[in-house]
């Protein structure tokens, strides 16, 4: 019997040791995935970290923005922008317009100011409006020239999902959740539905549910009470953002979502608008429309890709689905907001 029991004390006492150790480990050596992955990506400064004289910006799993380094301290001659996304604008690594204009442009000198263009690209795939907001606060805090602000209403509901689950373990009201201080055991209970799942799932509805993912949030977006939650969300949070970058005296471009319909009706030939932007994109207009001022812009990308002249069969070389572009795209709205920068700055 003692045996017994002095074996049983051995394993506990080697499976708490177990679980200090990787418990130490997830607070400093993984604690940037970890405070990722448990905020979110609703803690603005999540990702980015100083190191010397620059700013890191890490890849993490709840945010996954493009690695990229900022300097510390602005210099002087320099006009900084960031863009504040989601998946549209984040693109792939190769091929996004935020990266197409700082290759194509940052070693020239902006005529209208005699400085030169430094650019970031602070978009991660899945942000809604409150999730760009903590990017915008982060872009607010080193010192911006200019802040663009790419609009969509589909990510909303993986806001709301992130969020739920970013608290789902606050406070201490319900003791059975008391183990899910220790980052070790929510990492474990975060992970386990989704690993479990995804497992069984064949590789090629895998393939297929990523491929269409944009189509899918587009869908889901379509109710009439999702869509007013949202709204009333959106127009709330824009409101917040102009405020806020009024207060630090940074000018805003908000870049409202163009919408392909693969469906599309034809007139003589050309593509009907109200096809190309769909209702959402026509209210995301309008809930700016009351703080449009010298330093505020509104660009609509169906506006940018209507101006091109495109016949209908052209589309299918800008867009990759309903709403996310493909490297064509990226440069003709590349293009196209460099001559707005040029006109703020």
């Not at 150790?21 to 100083?50: C, H, N, Y």
């Not at 004289?53 to 900084?80: F, H, M, Y």
């Not at 760009?132 to 607010?140: F, G, P, R, S």
């Not at 220790?182 to 989704?194: G, I, K, N």
């Amino acid at each position: 019997m003692n045996r017994l029991k002095n074996s049983a004390v051995k394993t506990v006492s080697g499976v708490i040791f177990l679980i200090v150790i990787v418990e130490t480990l997830a607070r400093t050596v993984w604690r940037d995935e970890m405070t990722s992955l448990f905020s979110q990506g609703f803690d603005p400064e999540i990702g980015f970290v100083k190191k010397g004289d620059e700013i890191i910006i890490k890849r993490l799993p709840a945010r996954n923005i493009w690695p990229q380094s900022i300097p510390a301290k602005k210099n002087e001659g320099v006009a900084r922008v960031f863009v504040v996304g989601s998946s549209v604008s984040r693109g792939t690594e190769e091929s996004n317009y935020p990266f197409i204009i700082r290759d194509s442009y940052s070693t020239k000198v902006l005529p209208t100011s005699g400085r030169r263009l430094e650019l970031y690209n602070l978009s991660a795939t899945g942000y809604g409006i409150r999730r760009k907001m903590a990017l915008l606060d982060q872009a607010l805090s080193l010192r911006p020239d200019l802040i663009m602000v790419h609009l969509d209403g589909s990510n909303e509901f993986e806001d709301e999902r992130e969020r739920n689950t970013a608290h789902q373990y606050d406070g201490y009201a319900n003791p059975t959740e008391w183990p899910m201080k220790l980052w070790v055991f929510r990492f474990v209970a975060q992970r386990r539905t989704e690993k479990l799942v995804w497992r069984y799932i064949p590789r090629e509805a895998r393939k297929n549910t990523i491929s269409n993912d944009a189509d899918i949030e587009l869908a889901r977006s379509n109710t009439e009470t999702t869509q007013k939650v949202w709204r009333d969300r959106l127009e709330k949070n824009i409101g917040i953002m102009v405020q806020k970058a009024t207060n630090a005296g940074v000018p805003l471009v908000f870049i409202v979502r163009g919408v392909y319909d693969k469906n599309q009706s034809l007139i003589k030939g050309r593509v009907i608008p109200n096809n190309f932007e769909d209702d959402l994109s026509h209210f995301l207009i309008h809930a700016v429309t009351p703080y449009k001022r010298s330093d505020v812009l509104v660009v609509r990308l169906g506006t940018v890709f209507s101006d091109l002249m495109l016949k209908p069969s052209d589309y299918t070389n800008i867009f990759a689905d309903s709403t996310h572009l493909k490297e064509a795209g990226h440069r003709a709205v590349a293009n196209y907001l460099y001559s707005k920068i040029l006109s703020i700055l």
